[in-house]
């Protein structure tokens, strides 16, 4: 596509369920960023992949969070036992790695995660 | 732990006039980008600075970079209302991947 892709745009779900966000990058980006935004707040990063890899995953704040891109495009991020406090937008990036490529990253538009 | 902080935070600021915002990084980087956020919208890239003494110009937007003093600012002239949005600085985390840690934003509101 043209743009990344993020779906679903809004999840409501009660504390303790689990919940599966997706992001489909834009094709041929081979880097691809998960963060977190809180109102008010700047986006918190969570986990970056290299192709299928997870290069960086520092920003994970626990164990209920997993994220994977087993074909090295489409990536899920996953929680588990869901908290109120992780309610949030969740934010997917993608960019072009080496040579002259500046390292932009481009972000979808979000989903929308409320715990209830 | 990479910090980056910019100021202000918030920002009311008349149409016409000039203000600059700053941001502040704690560890070295030579990358650099702003970012600006609509209410509801995701993150759309401004500039992108990859050295010292790097500036770049879009209409009434200019952003410097500063590696030494590891600062860079957001110069905004003759401001106009289609400017208000909330601006992001972030800095390259440095583990060669372009991952970045961001700012807070600063919340920018111009009014006539």
């Known amino acids: 596509g043209a743009g990344v892709s993020q779906t679903p745009s809004n999840k409501v779900t009660e504390k303790g369920k689990y919940v599966e966000l997706r992001c489909d990058p834009i094709?041929?980006?081979?880097?691809l960023y998960w963060y977190r935004q809180s109102l008010g707040q700047g986006p918190e990063f969570l986990i970056y992949?290299?192709?299928?890899?997870?290069?960086?995953d520092s920003g994970l704040p626990n164990d209920r969070f997993f994220a994977v891109r087993p074909e090295g495009s489409v990536s899920t991020l996953k929680i588990q036992r869901t908290e109120r406090g992780d309610s949030a937008v969740y934010l997917c990036?993608?960019?072009?790695?080496?040579?002259?490529?500046?390292?932009?990253?481009?972000f979808g538009e979000g989903s929308r995660l409320t715990v209830l | 732990e990479l910090k980056v902080e910019q100021n202000p935070l918030f920002l009311s600021m008349q149409e016409g006039k000039n203000y600059t915002i700053y941001c502040n990084y704690s560890?070295?980087?030579?990358?650099l980008y702003w970012y600006r956020q609509d209410p509801g919208k995701s993150l759309e890239s401004l500039f992108v600075?990859?050295?010292?003494?790097a500036v770049k110009q879009e209409g009434r937007l200019m952003a410097s970079l500063d590696t030494k003093a590891r600062l860079s600012t957001l110069h905004i002239t003759a401001a106009v209302h289609d400017l208000s949005a909330t601006y992001f600085c972030?800095?390259?985390?440095?583990?060669?991947?372009?991952?970045?840690?961001f700012g807070k934003g600063t919340s920018l509101l111009v009014t006539p």
């Open positions: 990036a993608s960019s072009l790695l080496g040579g002259v490529n500046t390292g932009e990253l481009f």
């Open positions: 094709s041929g980006h081979t880097a």
């Open positions: 992949f290299q192709g299928t890899g997870a290069a960086d």
């Open positions: 560890t070295t980087s030579d990358r």
């Open positions: 600075l990859l050295s010292n003494g």
């Open positions: 972030a800095v390259d985390r440095g583990n060669s991947g372009y991952a970045l840690n």
